[in-house]
């Protein structure tokens, strides 16, 4: 029976001294295969993956090594968080991490900033990851900056976590090329579930606000912050001020498609103020549905500021009063922001040619449009209204829109037209129509008066004058046409 133990006890030990080739080999082999099958071959896989199998006191004593080597490296943990995690047991695989993420891009700044990234094994969790957002189409270039953006990400499971989020993401129609961009611009986005604020965000947003399902995708991809907004905190509570202040959920739905990063904007800190400033500026109040829906991005701007500069401006330079510069931001609210010397050229133009100042502002209050046209197409314009149409300047200082009009397009064929059926006319009668209209218009055997413009209804629908509201279920409705115009100024 002893020599029996003695035998077990010697066949123990020989399987001791060659345990340790035995397991390199077969690490070998799973490495080889593992890196031929799965993984990129530029990524090289760790030779060792943790380290031995410890006991208490030696897994404290390892701990200690491992925080001093971290420390030694430039790498800190202020607040404790590698404490509650467990790290491998060899210097040799911690060695090998830090290497890997410094490679990466990473520095150990970063590293002190999310020490859990140490934690993190690059056979099952890192290589795996960025492998996985590399093929999305994330350059490795962008690598860094993305795990510096979001740290969080490579303690995912590509099956579990980042599979099914991009798979959401298709299916709010975004286009395959377009999720490197949005996962670029949003990591989050990685860690948000999709059956939880995605799907609230959008339902509200399709069912509520009504915005087209179609043109989720496309807002998704222009600004991908909305799906980790809260519905009750922070989307609701936007949509519901805005309406408040008079502007249709329908036209809010438009703007909201074309423009989604207004959801951005903080609604105590930023729009709210904002709404004040343009009503203590001297905006109408009616007028503001309007201001917002040309102009969206004026919700955000720093506006007192932008305001108090263009007042000064306009009154030192351009020589018009505060209410005339209200009239002429409610009819252009982008003058909160256009640049001084682009003002300048136009007015400058105008002063040129023999019109007074008190008229160039007079023109400018009621088309501050011409601020924003090309002096060459002035040029060609006016000069045509000399030489051709030889009418009195008065006429063009009493509709300046003029300046606005195609010369090729709409000036020139609707006055030959006119001319030869030798009628009468305003400049306003025969340009301020659509085709249709001024169709009609020379079919017709006398000129009828000029009707006025569109308007806002506070809290409804937008009236046309002359008009009844026209009901939900027409297909074109004002608000609608409204939006159309706003958005092509």
């Not at 047991?89 to 890997?100: A, H, P, T, W």
């Amino acid at each position: 029976m002893l020599a029996l133990a003695r035998a077990l006890r010697s066949l123990g030990q020989a399987g001791a001294r060659r345990e340790g080739p035995l397991l390199a080999w077969l690490s070998s082999l799973r490495s080889a295969a593992f890196s031929s099958s799965s993984a990129p071959p530029e990524y090289d896989m760790p030779s060792v993956t943790w380290g031995v199998i410890q006991g208490r006191k030696e897994r404290l004593v390892s701990r200690v090594l491992a925080l001093d080597f971290l420390r030694s490296a430039g790498v800190s943990d202020p607040a404790g968080e590698l404490e509650a995690v467990e790290l491998p047991s060899s210097l040799e695989v911690l060695q090998e991490r830090l290497d890997f993420l410094l490679r990466l891009g990473l520095s150990t700044d970063d590293l002190s900033n999310y020490p859990l990234l140490l934690a993190c094994s690059l056979r099952k969790n890192v290589i795996p990851v960025l492998s996985y957002l590399e093929k999305l189409g994330v350059t490795r270039a962008r690598l860094a900056a993305f795990v510096r953006a979001y740290p969080a990400c490579l303690h995912a499971s590509v099956a579990v976590d980042l599979a099914p989020m991009v798979k959401a993401l298709r299916g709010l129609d975004v286009d395959r090329q377009d999720l490197p961009r949005v996962l670029e611009r949003y990591p989050d986005v990685l860690g948000l579930k999709p059956d939880g604020t995605i799907s609230t965000s959008v339902a509200y947003l399709v069912g509520i606000v009504g915005v087209a399902p179609r043109d989720i995708g496309p807002m998704v991809t222009h600004f991908p912050f909305f799906l980790g907004m809260r519905v009750g905190t922070t989307i609701k509570p936007f949509c519901d001020y805005i309406t408040s202040l008079g502007l249709p959920m329908r036209i809010l739905a438009r703007i909201l498609e074309k423009r989604p990063y207004i959801l951005g904007y903080d609604l105590e800190e930023t729009v709210k103020p904002n709404v004040e400033a343009l009503l203590s500026f001297g905006i109408q109040k009616e007028a503001l549905p309007l201001v917002i829906a040309q102009y969206p991005s004026i919700l955000g701007l720093p506006l007192k500021a932008k305001l108090a500069a263009q007042q000064y401006f306009f009154t030192l330079k351009l020589q018009i009063d505060p209410d005339g510069i209200a009239r002429a931001i409610e009819k252009l609210p982008q003058l909160v922001s256009l640049n001084q010397n682009v003002i300048l050229k136009p007015v400058e133009f105008l002063r040129g040619r023999g019109i007074s100042n008190e008229d160039v502002a007079r023109m400018v209050v009621r088309c501050p449009q011409i601020l924003l046209l090309r002096i060459e197409l002035m040029k060609n314009s006016l000069y045509f209204f000399k030489s051709e149409m030889k009418r009195p300047m008065s006429e063009l200082l009493e509709y300046p829109e003029y300046f606005t009009y195609s010369l090729e397009s709409r000036i020139k064929p609707r006055y030959m037209r006119v001319t030869s059926r030798g009628i009468k006319c305003s400049l306003d009668w025969f340009l301020n129509c659509s085709d249709m209209r001024f169709e009609d218009r020379m079919q017709g055997d006398f000129i009828e008066g000029d009707a006025p413009g569109p308007s806002f209804t506070m809290g409804g629908k937008l009236q046309m004058p002359g008009s009844q509201l026209v009901s939900d279920d027409d297909e074109d409705t004002d608000d609608e046409v409204l939006y159309r115009r706003t958005v092509m100024i």
